[in-house]
């Protein structure tokens, strides 16, 4: 069965320094990719999608994150944290076969982003 | 477009008690999912939806029951409540894809509801 690891529950960095939030999948076969965000109290937003166009995508907010097919991974990062991008943050695969667009998510990674 | 709506946002059951969880999406889309989210967990599918009048079990789908009688709602109901269903409910949908080889479709999320079970 296909999972998704994302190394780190809790990650905290300084304002304005690097973010790198891992994401690693199982699959033999490159799946569709997905990073989430969720803010407090709210659902689930979508921040960007590797979907075998380019290896590396950007998203909202400044966000990008490179598909590594040797690596079976997915990381997330942005070059300069912002109060504001203190959230949960979600990686999800949707594997190439099944026909309901199912999801898989990873547990998650929790961001905190002090002064 | 309100998107992806769901009331309640909180609710307080006792044990055996039964309710509703409203999801209602205004985006024409064929696809709709309800998720448990535990901490530490991720998001778990309970049932998801590919077209009214058709529905079927995600990862855990015990001590619950969905319908889909219109392309616009999608309630999941809880028949007697147990701890163990202590959670954030998130329901979710998207436009289902056209072509199903080739194309993917984002998942938009309602904003949750907040049920604990005493």
């Known amino acids: 069965a296909q999972s998704v690891t994302q190394l780190g529950s809790h990650v905290s960095v300084s304002e304005g320094a690097l973010v790198l939030l891992r994401c690693n999948y199982s699959s033999s076969v490159p799946p569709y990719l997905f990073w989430y965000v969720q803010y407090p109290n709210q659902g689930l937003q979508l921040l960007l999608k590797?979907?075998?166009?380019?290896?590396l995508v950007k998203g909202i907010n400044g966000f990008e994150a490179e598909f590594k097919k040797s690596e079976t991974s997915f990381h997330l990062t942005k070059p300069s944290a912002h109060m504001s991008d203190a959230a949960e943050y979600f990686c999800?695969?949707?594997?190439?076969?099944?026909?309901?667009?199912?999801?898989?998510f990873g547990a998650g990674t929790r961001l905190a982003v002090h002064p | 477009n309100a998107g992806v709506t769901q009331t309640p946002k909180f609710r307080i059951l006792k044990i055996g008690q039964s309710m509703t969880l409203q999801c209602t999406q205004d985006?024409?889309?064929?696809?709709m999912y309800w998720y448990r989210q535990d901490p530490g967990m991720g998001l778990k599918l309970i049932y998801y939806?590919?077209?009214?009048?058709?529905?079927d079990k995600g990862e855990v789908p015990n001590g619950y029951n969905v319908s889909r009688s219109t392309t616009e709602d999608f309630p999941l109901r809880l028949e007697l409540a147990a701890p163990s269903q202590t959670s954030v409910y998130f329901c979710a949908s998207s436009p289902g894809p056209s072509n199903p080889t080739s194309s993917y479709n984002e998942q938009f999320f309602g904003p949750g509801t907040r049920l604990t079970v005493l």
């Open positions: 985006m024409n889309h064929n696809y």
């Open positions: 590797y979907t075998s166009a380019a290896t």
């Open positions: 999800a695969v949707r594997p190439f076969s099944g026909g309901y667009n199912k999801l898989i």
């Open positions: 939806s590919v077209g009214a009048g058709i529905t």
